[in-house]
C-alpha cells in the first residue's frame, strides 16, 4: 500500500517555495531529515533537473524528483509535497508545478513497488486533484491507503 | 515469435520511465497483446546502444534519438492510459501485425 511508504513526516502541504529548486530542496529536505539520503542527494536531484531539462515534470501540474542510488541514497523512502502557489520547471507543456514527489531507491528495483502504488494513485485524476487541494495530512494518508 | 521490444527512456531509467512503463503496460493488458510485446527502461546514456524496436521518452530527451531510424513517441503525460493509446497503439499494432 502506498501509505506503507508514507507518514506524517514525509507530507507538508501548501508549502511556501520560492521557485522549482527551491521546491525541489524542501521535498528532498524531507529525505534527508529522515535518514533515507545524504545531502548531496538533493544536490544531484536539482542537477538533474539542470543537466537534462524538467522530464521529471512528467504529468502536468506534477513532477518526480529523484537522482541515482549512488548519488547518496541511505534506505528506499519518498516525500509528498503540495505548493501553495505553483513553480515553473520549464516544462513546455505541464508547467506550472504544484505537487512534488522525491524519491531514492538503493537500486534499480527495489522501489518498484512503491512507484506501482504512487502510480495506481496519482493515475486517478480525482486523487490528484484531492492532493493538490488537501489540508490535512490525516486525510491524505488516509486517501493512500486504499492503493 | 520474437517479442516487439518497446523501450522507455528517461534521464536515470528508474523514475519518470519506470512510471511511463507501468501505464504502457496496463494499456498493452487492456489490449491483450502484453504478452507480444516486452517493455524496458534505459536510462539516457545508454538508450541508443539498445535493441529495440520502439522508443516512449519525453520531449526533452527525443533529441537522443536523433538519427536512429525506429519510430519514436513523445508522451506528456507519463500517468495518462489515453495518451499513450492515441500516440501508441497503432504503432505497435502495425508491428505486431507485421511481424507475426
Redesign the interface.
Known amino acids: 500500500m502506498l501509505s506503507d511508504y508514507l507518514n506524517e513526516e514525509m507530507i507538508r502541504l501548501k508549502v511556501k517555495a520560492e521557485d522549482w529548486e527551491d521546491a525541489v530542496r524542501q521535498g528532498g529536505s524531507l529525505l534527508i531529515d529522515a535518514g533515507f539520503c545524504e545531502d548531496r542527494y538533493v544536490d544531484a536531484m536539482v542537477e538533474a533537473v539542470k543537466t537534462m531539462g524538467p522530464y521529471m515534470v512528467m504529468a502536468p501540474g506534477l513532477a518526480l524528483a529523484h537522482a541515482r542510488p549512488e548519488d547518496g541514497v541511505l534506505g528506499l523512502g519518498m516525500s509528498v509535497i503540495t505548493l501553495e502557489t505553483p513553480v515553473e520547471f520549464g516544462s513546455e507543456k505541464n508547467d506550472p508545478v504544484s505537487l512534488i514527489i522525491s524519491f531514492g531507491g538503493v537500486d534499480h528495483e527495489s522501489h518498484i513497488g512503491m512507484l506501482q502504488a504512487l502510480a495506481r494513485f496519482l493515475m486517478v485524476e480525482e486523487n490528484q486533484e484531492f492532493l493538490r487541494n488537501a489540508t490535512s495530512i490525516p486525510e491524505v494518508l488516509d486517501s493512500f491507503k486504499d492503493y | 515469435m520474437n517479442r516487439m521490444k518497446i523501450m522507455v527512456v528517461?534521464?536515470?531509467?528508474?523514475?519518470?520511465s519506470?512510471?511511463?512503463r507501468?501505464?504502457l503496460d496496463d494499456v498493452m493488458k487492456e489490449e491483450n497483446i502484453d504478452k507480444e510485446v516486452e517493455t524496458f527502461c534505459v536510462d539516457?546514456y545508454t538508450a541508443t546502444g539498445q535493441d529495440f524496436d520502439l522508443v516512449f521518452t519525453?520531449?526533452?530527451?527525443l533529441y537522443l534519438f536523433d538519427n536512429i531510424k525506429q519510430p519514436k513517441i513523445v508522451i506528456?503525460?507519463?500517468?495518462?492510459?489515453d495518451e499513450i493509446r492515441e500516440k501508441g497503439l497503432d504503432l505497435i499494432k502495425k508491428f505486431l501485425d507485421e511481424n507475426k
Open positions: 528517461c534521464g536515470f531509467g528508474l523514475g519518470s519506470m512510471v511511463l507501468m501505464t539516457s519525453s520531449n526533452e530527451l506528456e503525460n507519463f500517468l495518462s492510459k
